[in-house]
Antibody
């Protein structure tokens, strides 16, 4: 059974870089047909899609974060990571990693986030 | 970005009730829409993809409908474990966008 686990510092100083890792067990980040995503949720608020990376290394980012964001993959460690630079208090949130899957529906593949990590709380504060 | 608007933002219901949550997209998203359930302090859980296909292991009390701009999630025979917040997510166009969520609580 696939399991995702986020890790990283819970406290980041303003203007610094937030770095999180998602460790994958029970499966490989290199498995074809999947992609790997990050989603965040400020306390008491809704979900925000951050971005995703395919096994090819191709990335897609939310335009609102793109200038500060890097998502990467380390297949040797079976992990993928998020780096968000120049953070402010607005980046305080629970950060989730998730697997994106393509489900065949009719003649097309349809995407969904089918396996999620438990989330990690990141606070930006001095 | 495509805006997803859910209604209502919250609702109160009783055990055994049937409830329907709506999700409207600011432009057509075909059926590239999924629904998630989130309980307090927990990660979201996939319920439905492709607007109406139940994910493996999800009970048939959940059903989804719609295409284009208007979608619904219906929950039948509400049970205590169904009280949660529900989100729609469009993956038709980047950036993917979630609805703001609908909280279902006990009347």
């Amino acid at each position: 059974q696939l399991h995702l686990q986020e890790s990283g510092p819970g406290l980041v100083r303003p203007s610094q870089t937030l770095s999180l890792t998602c460790s994958v067990s029970g499966g490989s980040v290199n498995s074809g047909g999947f992609f790997w995503s990050w989603v965040r949720q400020p306390t008491g608020k809704g979900l925000e899609w951050i971005g995703r990376i395919y096994t090819t290394g191709t990335t897609t980012y939310s335009p609102s974060l793109e200038s500060r964001l890097t998502i990467s993959m380390d297949t040797s460690r079976n992990q993928f990571s998020l780096e968000l630079s120049s953070v402010t208090a607005a980046d305080t949130a629970v950060y989730y990693c998730a697997r994106g899957n393509k489900f065949l529906s009719g003649n097309y593949n349809r995407n969904a986030l089918d396996v999620w990590g438990r989330g990690t709380v990141v606070t930006v504060s001095s | 970005a495509i805006q997803m608007t859910q209604s209502p933002s919250s609702l109160s219901a009783s055990i055994g009730d049937r409830v329907t949550i709506a999700c409207r997209a600011s432009q057509g998203v075909r059926i590239d829409l999924s629904w998630y359930q989130q309980k307090p302090g927990r990660a979201p859980k996939l319920l439905i993809y492709a607007a109406s296909t139940l994910h493996t292991g999800v009970p048939s009390k959940f059903s989804g409908n719609g295409s284009g701009t208007d979608f619904t999630l219906t929950i039948s025979n509400l049970q205590p474990e169904d009280f949660a917040t529900y989100y729609c997510l469009q993956d038709y166009k980047y950036p993917w966008t979630f609805g703001q969520g609908t909280k279902v609580d006990i009347k």
